[in-house]
């Protein structure tokens, strides 16, 4: 549905009621350039109906489910989003569960579920994605997690999305140089903050204008975006330190 959506920021609508999300959209919510991320917390406190309600107002949602299940129950759950159409539904890396691919096969094995997520996803006309390292994990407790360093988990993840025909993936602006060596997939940015910007509850950040220059596709932002109410005045500043791009 939101195919063709060519903006660079999703807005992360986190703790707000679903009453206060509609009085900002109507608030001449920029839609042309700025979706909006319903996270998992958001879609369970008021229902999957509002991916819907948000979407007939003409803005793309990613649906931030964050998808964690045995295989055999991930695509259950994933219809379960996917008949509201957003325009982007992710699942946990943790997922996957034989990384065999078309390129890979096994005559003994199915696909990996990844694939089977992104072939759902392509049928219902929703972009794919693959939450990899979480953006709030530091590099030790990464490496302590993955036994790899938080860049090696990332790209391990990535390719296996990519090898899967998945759309986009999540990872930290300070992997998406590398990530964009892969090839066409497109690259969703949390750990954004302005300059000077208190990093919260994330740990690997970077600002506007950095994390597109590493090869970023969209920058996904919370805070800096509604912080003192000022939605637009802040979202200008956003745009002026990535240096106009929209």
């Known amino acids: ?5 060519k903006g660079k920021i999703i807005w992360s ?6 009453e206060e999300l509609i009085a900002i959209i109507e608030d001449d919510f920029p839609k042309d350039s700025v979706a909006i991320k319903l996270d998992r917390l958001f879609l369970t406190r008021y229902g999957l109906g509002t991916i819907s ?16 299940e045995i295989p055999s129950k991930v695509n ?32 003994n094995q199915k696909a990996d579920e990844l694939y089977h997520f ?7 006309g929703t972009k794919s994605c693959v939450v990899t390292v979480l953006t709030s994990k530091t ?12 860049l090696e988990a990332v790209m391990f993840y990535a390719q296996l999305a990519f090898d899967c025909g998945v759309t986009d993936i999540v990872c930290s602006p300070e ?35 950095n994390a597109i220059k590493n090869g970023a596709t969209r920058l996904v932002i919370g805070r800096p975006l509604s912080e003192g109410g000022d939605f637009h005045g802040n979202l200008a500043k956003i745009r002026a330190n990535m240096g106009g791009a929209t």
């Open 1 to 5: 549905m939101f195919h063709k959506f």
């Open 13 to 18: 609508a986190d703790g707000i009621s679903f």
């Open 53 to 68: 309600e948000v979407q007939k107002r003409g803005i793309p949602v990613f649906a931030d489910a964050k998808i964690v």
């Open 76 to 107: 259950e759950v994933a219809k379960l989003h996917l008949e509201h159409q957003p325009w982007m539904l992710n699942v946990m890396a943790g997922v996957c569960n034989n990384g065999l691919t078309p390129s890979r096969p096994n005559s």
């Open 118 to 124: 992104s072939g759902l996803c392509r049928e219902a």
């Open 139 to 150: 590099p030790e407790l990464a490496e302590d997690e993955f036994n790899k360093t938080a």
């Open 175 to 209: 992997e998406a140089i590398k990530v964009r060596t892969l090839g066409s997939i497109d690259i969703n940015t949390p750990g954004i903050r302005m300059p000077g910007g208190d990093a919260g509850d994330q740990a690997r950040i970077m600002t506007p204008a």
